[in-house]
T-cell receptor
Framework: EAEVAQSPRYKITEKSQAVAFWCDPI?????LYWYRQILGQGPELLVQ????????DSQLPKDRFSAERLKGVDSTLKIQPAELGDSAMYLC????????????FGPGTRLTVL | AQSVAQPEDQVNVAEGNPLTVKCTYS??????LFWYVQYPNRGLQFLLK??????LVKGSYGFEAEFNKSQTSFHLKKPSALVSDSALYFC????????????FGTGTRLQVFP
């Protein structure tokens, strides 16, 4: 069964450093989402792509976060500089264009900022 | 704004007993409601959804959910719990009718004891 791939699975960094996360959605999935899940809370959408275009980045802290999906396939989420409050699980999800109700999630990247 | 609430942080149930995980919603217009499950160190997995139609929705792994418009609830249920059902369960609602952005609840940890 096809899965959403994410790397790295774990990342420890010091504040003010730059970090990047990678996501490879299920083949053929046009829509890609990045979520942040703080411990004890539900996932919160950071950015949504339709192919290579950003559909919604209203909750993305644009002063330090950036996301791209240049060829409409895999995607990278970057944080520069990282802050202590960025410690969280970063989840990637994807959906088929014709069934956006079912989101398929990757295993996530757990970020710890020291 | 659309929102969901999960009033219980944790639910404990003995294996073989029925289980209920509660969710209430607040929406303007018709609700699009979802349940996802998260196992340790894994991403979220889709369980079921309510868009329209029958109030009782059947999903994966023997789970079902009952949509109750008068009580604005969408409780997750299973007739006979398994130890392997122990996980974190999230209720979610679509942010608006013209987007597939999801708003997640804070999650309920289900613990099934042998």
């Amino acid at each position: 069964e096809a899965e959403v791939a994410q790397s790295p699975r774990y990342k420890i960094t010091e504040k003010s450093q730059a970090v990047a996360f990678w996501c490879d959605p299920i083949s053929g999935h046009a829509t890609l989402y990045w979520y942040r899940q703080i411990l004890g809370q539900g996932p919160e959408l950071l950015v949504q792509f339709q192919d290579e275009s950003v559909v919604d980045d209203s909750q993305l802290p644009k002063d330090r976060f950036s996301a791209e999906r240049l060829k409409g396939v895999d995607s990278t989420l970057k944080i520069q500089p990282a802050e202590l409050g960025d410690s969280a699980m970063y989840l990637c999800a994807s959906t088929l264009a014709e069934d956006t109700d079912t989101q398929y999630f990757g295993p996530g990247t757990r970020l710890t900022v020291l | 704004a659309q929102s969901v609430a999960q009033p219980e942080d944790q639910v404990n149930v003995a294996e073989g007993n029925p289980l209920t995980v509660k969710c209430t919603y607040s929406v303007s217009g018709n609700p699009y409601l979802f349940w996802y499950v998260q196992y340790p160190n894994r991403g979220l997995q889709f369980l079921l959804k309510y868009i329209t139609g029958d109030n009782l929705v059947k999903g994966s792994y023997g789970f079902e959910a009952e949509f109750n418009k008068s009580q604005t609830s969408f409780h997750l249920k299973k007739p006979s719990a398994l130890v392997s059902d122990s996980a974190l369960y999230f209720c979610a609602v679509r942010a608006s009718y013209n987007t597939d952005k999801l708003i997640f609840g804070t999650g309920t940890r289900l613990q099934v004891f042998p």
